[in-house]
Every structure is written in structure tokens, then in C-alpha cells.
């Protein structure tokens, strides 16, 4: 799968949707030169939990007070969404940053501020979202003793100069989105990781409505059916270059010498109905949307995997995603797709200055 800047009140800047308008917008226009000014909002910025816990993160934010005795550290996370409500600090709610707020405390002995780089809302899983947080290590305990949950987990850490901030100096967000096709019910180990579409979607439809007109990247590949996302690398080999959104299948189902899905598809359908293969489930077709961009504005990512579905399953033609497209409308969108298939995967900075 985010605060208001002196100079936020100019209207070529990127407008925070937290404080704003709560509803995502219907369009964005890319901007042809760099903006030194904070990102726009992020995907699923605005939490659940309403404006007050923004506004308090903002004021802690803007304040500039910081223990000149403390290190400023970037810590990457990991966490499965739908055990947190949302990202950001929220009264009587489970949140990443409450967790983390209070594991470092444990950890050094005095209360610490963890800021995130991307604001994730109830449901939304994060592969790497990234944090920093000032600390003067005034405590003797021993890393070991910090609490360890199980569904949160703090996968790198560096030291940083004191103005770094994990927000305004992303330089990339990427998202990935996944969608399991095909009329099998859901794993229970599925059912809070992806979307289920139980049509067949059509891909060469997808590629060729694609609504990446703000992004960077948007891009479709298919993957072997499990807890998988292509590398940057593996992407790159897999990606064609006639178009934003490619079909491919990974290297992992063409080395099972089964041929294509479809085939083997129809081999394992074949197999179940003769009782070779009793209580073996049927797999599903597994795609991965990929976005990347500088900043998402809210619900982004999610409104344009619901878009592009509603084409892969034929709801929507050409002229409806062109009418959707151009139109300043929202409600002229098919509702958007689930938190519970997208994931914050990769911020990238520039750490070398």
C-alpha cells in the first residue's frame, strides 16, 4: 500500500486528501516537471480512524522538536493487514505504528514518534513499508527482549542523517495487487490475501485499457498460484514491450512441463473427476498488478484494479473505460477492489547523500 506543508496552499502542488475532500479523486494528471514539494496522498493515507489522528500526527510532524542527543534510524517493516486497523496511530484500535511505538518503548525505556512512509488502511498488507523514529538508548535491554508479534516484523534498519524523513524523501512507491481467477472457492490461507474473481479474466482486454495515465507503471503479469511477487529483475524478463500492461507467465510454470495454464488446468479437472487426485484442490490463475509511482493519491491503486477487472471480466467496454476515464465523476467507477489483495511493496530512497 499519509501532513500539510507552509506552501501546500498552491494549486500546483499535490493536494493532502486527508484533510481534504475524503473521496478519492476520479483523475490525475502527471506533471511534466519534478515537484520538490511532499507527495500527494498516499494509497490509503486517510485511515479509519477520521481526521483527529491525523491532525495529531501532523502537529508531532511540523513541530521540529527533536532530541538533539537522539539518532534518527529507517527501520522497514513487514505486516499482514488485515490484523491492524490501518497504519496510523488510532485511539482503542490495533495499529502498525501503535505496535511499533510500543515495542520501542519497551526497547529503550522512554516513549518514541514513528513516522511512516506510506499510510496503509485496515486490511492493506505491506511486503516493505518504511518508518523512521529518533532514539537516545537509554535502556539495557537487550534487542531479544522486545516484544515479537507475529503478524509485524522489522526486516532492515540504518542510521540516517537527523532531517531524513521516511515520508518526503521517497523518491518510489511500488504496489502490488493480486487477483486469483477461477470458479474454486478460496484456500482459507487465500481468503485474506487476494481478491477472488471467479470468471476468467481476459488479460489482452486489460492491456488494452489500461488507465496507467498518472503512473509510472502499471503492469499485469500472471504468476505460478502462491505467496509470490516477481522481482524487478524476473519482471523484466517476462515484460513485452508493446504495451503498460503485460501477460506472461512465470518461468516456474513453464519449467513444470505442463504446458500452458489452461492445459494443466484441464489435466488436474481431469484427474480430480477420476479420483487420482481426491482432496487436491484445483489451483487458481494468479495475477499481479504492479504499480509504481513517486505518491498514489487515496485509494488509487485499489480503484484502478477494481477498473481493470471490471474490463477483464467484459463488465466494461472501450467507450465505458474512455467515459470513466474523462469524466470528474468517481461514482462513474466500478467500486474498487479489496484491501485485502494489496500490498505496499517496495519505498525506494536514495541513501547514498
Not at 30 to 52: F, H, I, Y
Not at 215 to 237: K, N
Not at 282 to 287: A, G, M, T
Request: hydrophobic share 35%; aromatic share 6%.
Amino acid at each position: 500500500m499519509s501532513a500539510a506543508t507552509p506552501n501546500s496552499s498552491s494549486s500546483k502542488r499535490p493536494i493532502d486528501a486527508s484533510l481534504a475532500d475524503p473521496s478519492p479523486p476520479a483523475k490525475l494528471q502527471r506533471s511534466s516537471q519534478p515537484d520538490p514539494s511532499p507527495p500527494a496522498e498516499l494509497e490509503g493515507d486517510a485511515t479509519n480512524g477520521g481526521g483527529g489522528e491525523v491532525a495529531a500526527v501532523r502537529s508531532g510532524e511540523m513541530a521540529g522538536a527533536r532530541n538533539p542527543r537522539a539518532q534518527r534510524y529507517l527501520v522497514a517493516v513487514e505486516y499482514i493487514g488485515t490484523r491492524f486497523s490501518g497504519s496510523q496511530q488510532q485511539l482503542n484500535q490495533r495499529t502498525v505504528v501503535g505496535v511499533l511505538e510500543e515495542a520501542f518503548h519497551k526497547f529503550i525505556g522512554q516513549p518514541v514518534s514513528i513516522f511512516c512512509s506510506s499510510r496503509t488502511d485496515t486490511g492493506v498488507h505491506a511486503l516493505s513499508n518504511v518508518c523512521h523514529v529518533d532514539v537516545e538508548r537509554i535502556s539495557k535491554r537487550k534487542p531479544g527482549e522486545v516484544k515479537n508479534d507475529g503478524d509485524i516484523m522489522v526486516t532492515d534498519v540504518r542510521c540516517v542523517a537527523p532531517d531524513f524523513h521516511a515520508r518526503y524523501k521517497a523518491l518510489e512507491r511500488t504496489y502490488h495487487y493480486r487477483l486469483l481467477s477461477g470458479s474454486e472457492p478460496l484456500s482459507v490461507f487465500e481468503k485474506t490475501s487476494a481478491w477472488h474473481i471467479p470468471e476468467d479474466l481476459n488479460v489482452q482486454a486489460m492491456k488494452a485499457n489500461s488507465p496507467m495515465r498518472t503512473l509510472d507503471e502499471l503492469s499485469v503479469t500472471e504468476v505460478f498460484p502462491s505467496m509470490f511477487f516477481p522481482s524487478s529483475l524476473e519482471r523484466s524478463e517476462m515484460e513485452s514491450l508493446d504495451g503498460p500492461l503485460v501477460y506472461s507467465r512465470t518461468s516456474v510454470v513453464e519449467s513444470s512441463g505442463k504446458g500452458s495454464d489452461a492445459s494443466s488446468t484441464t489435466s488436474e479437472q481431469s484427474r480430480f473427476e477420476n479420483g487420482e487426485e481426491f482432496g487436491k484442490r484445483l489451483r487458481h490463475r494468479c495475477f499481479v498488478v504492479t504499480a509504481r509511482a513517486r505518491s498514489f493519491l487515496y485509494h488509487q491503486v485499489r480503484l484502478m484494479v477494481g477498473l481493470l477487472k471490471s474490463v477483464g471480466t467484459g463488465d466494461l467496454t472501450t467507450e465505458d473505460v474512455e467515459r470513466i476515464l474523462n469524466s470528474k465523476a468517481v461514482t462513474a467507477a466500478p467500486p474498487m477492489a479489496p484491501a485485502c489483495g494489496l500490498y505496499l511493496a517496495n519505498v525506494k530512497y536514495d541513501l547514498s547523500v
